[in-house]
């Protein structure tokens, strides 16, 4: 039994060698497996933390990428834009709308009463004073009349003059618009405006301060009791009306002009006539400051035959985008067409759903038609920048040279040296029963213009390619 259990020591000897063996195996598998799963870790590490620069890199790429492929596409679309569909635009060519409307108490807010004395231009015998005298000597003021038009009593602005024992001249008004315009239809309702020997009223556009660069439009002036309506642009030169204006354009005439003295000997010439159809304020052969003056086809178109009519409108049309400037005188009152009746009528109320706009083209031809603009004598620019004036002077450089002329009766009683213009202003100075006759009664002014617009497409090619 000894050797047996010697056999069975051995045997467990080689198993417990055997086991340690295998344990060793087992140990160095488990660190070979350990030694490869932490190099494979340390891979893993190492290759995580090496995608990142890669990753931030490629990202600031594609953000690169996108903003120039943005950049490109606004760019061609902001050029495609710029080719088809250009900047439009918009003219003055539409219906009119009522800018102003000067009546009654408010009348007097538009303006500037002008203080000191008439221009040298001018040269009136005469001296405008500022709003409150005028109102203290009580020639300039709104007061309630029975109006025979609408037969019930109405507020009417009333302007005139007044003696200055003082001075010898006659305190007078004189009004500066606040506004400035650039075009525009302006209508004057007077119901009597100033007449008689001496007496020189007007109702304009000007730029004082840029003239003659700027220009001047005579709506309605006349001296001496003139009875013919006359419409005149002044302006700087190359503005010229000649071959430019059609006869069937409008029912008046250019005034015709002789007598201007020679260069040389200073001799009227009455042999030389030709129609006052240039603007310019120096235009050859026409007298120092004429400009083109249209002429009425009648004779009761100013002063008294108006006045006796009840006062007439003076209706001027300057749209310089048409190309024209046009001047309508409707005297009497019958005589208006029903589209000017009802613009007036209804300019002053409250809801504008129930004014009436006014439309030239159905009022009949203009006596005085002027072309303007493109393709004319005439640029548009020559007038802009223009506000109304009223005014009322006395004798000076138009009404007083013309004394002798147009006033003989006074001219023979009031002599002095047979000077015209100073003979004029000794009958001014005595203070005549006529100069009574002498104010402004008016019932509102009205401006419009036309609404702005885009402008119509006359090639109809392109039109159609358009479309």
């Known amino acids: 039994m000894a050797p047996r ?36 870790s340390e891979k893993h590490h190492h ?59 408010r009348f007097f807010d538009s303006y500037e009463f002008y203080d000191g004395p008439d221009s040298l231009g001018s040269a009136g015998y005469n001296t405008y004073v500022g709003k409150a005298v005028a109102k203290t000597l009580e020639i300039a003021s709104v007061r309630k009349d029975l109006d025979p038009v609408s037969t019930k009593e109405e507020e009417f602005v009333y302007m005139s003059s007044s003696p200055n024992d003082e001075k010898g001249l006659r305190d007078s008004v004189r009004l500066e618009g606040k506004r400035r315009f650039e075009r525009g239809l302006f209508l004057l309702d007077v119901r009597h405006m100033p007449d008689g020997c001496g007496v020189w009223p007007a109702f304009w556009l000007t730029d004082e301060a840029n003239w003659p660069r700027n220009g001047e439009v005579d709506i309605l002036e006349g001296v001496n009791g003139q009875t013919v309506a006359k ?50 304020v120096m235009a050859q052969h026409q007298w120092a400051n004429e400009g083109c003056t249209a002429v009425h086809d009648r004779n009761n178109t100013l002063g008294k035959p108006v006045n006796d009519n009840g006062g007439g409108v ?13 001047s309508w005188v409707f005297s009497p009152r019958s005589d208006m067409p029903e589209n000017l009746i009802q613009s007036i009528d209804t300019a002053g109320l409250e809801d504008k759903s129930q004014k009436v706009m006014p439309d030239p083209s159905t009022w009949g031809l203009p006596y005085a038609y002027f072309a303007i603009g493109k393709d004319t004598g005439c640029s548009a620019d020559h007038f802009k920048n223009m506000r109304i004036v009223f005014n009322l002077a006395f004798c000076g450089n138009v009404s007083g040279n ?17 000077d015209p213009v100073l003979t004029c202003d000794a009958y001014i100075k005595s203070n005549p029963e006529a100069l009574k006759e002498a104010y402004w ?22 039109q159609s390619q358009e479309e």
């Open 402 to 418: 013309r004394f002798f002329r147009e006033c003989p009766k006074e001219s023979k009683e009031f002599n002095v040296t047979n």
């Open 231 to 280: 419409t005149a642009l002044h302006t700087s030169d190359q503005c010229d009306m000649y071959a430019h204006v059609a006869p069937y354009d409008k029912t008046g005439e250019w005034e015709w002009v002789t007598g201007i003295p020679e260069t040389f000997t200073g001799e009227p010439d009455f042999k030389t006539a030709k129609a006052a159809d240039n603007c310019w």
């Open 5 to 40: 259990q010697d056999q069975d020591s051995s045997e467990k000897s080689s198993l417990v060698e055997n086991g340690k063996s295998a344990n060793r195996n087992r140990s160095m598998e488990v660190g070979s497996y350990q030694s490869q799963t932490s190099s494979l």
């Open 314 to 326: 003076y209706a001027l049309e300057w749209d310089p985008e048409n190309r024209y400037i046009k």
């Open 47 to 105: 290759s995580h933390h090496s995608k990142k620069p890669f990753c931030n890199s490629l990202t600031k790429f594609h953000a690169v990428l996108i903003f120039s492929l943005l950049s490109v596409l606004i760019i061609k679309f902001a050029r495609k834009d710029a080719v088809t569909k250009p900047e439009i635009l918009l003219v003055a060519t539409g219906p009119y709308r009522l800018v102003e409307a000067q009546e009654g108490q």
């Open 441 to 462: 009664k008016i019932k509102g002014v009205y401006v419009y213009e036309r609404e702005f617009e885009t402008p119509e497409k006359t090639d109809k090619g392109s």
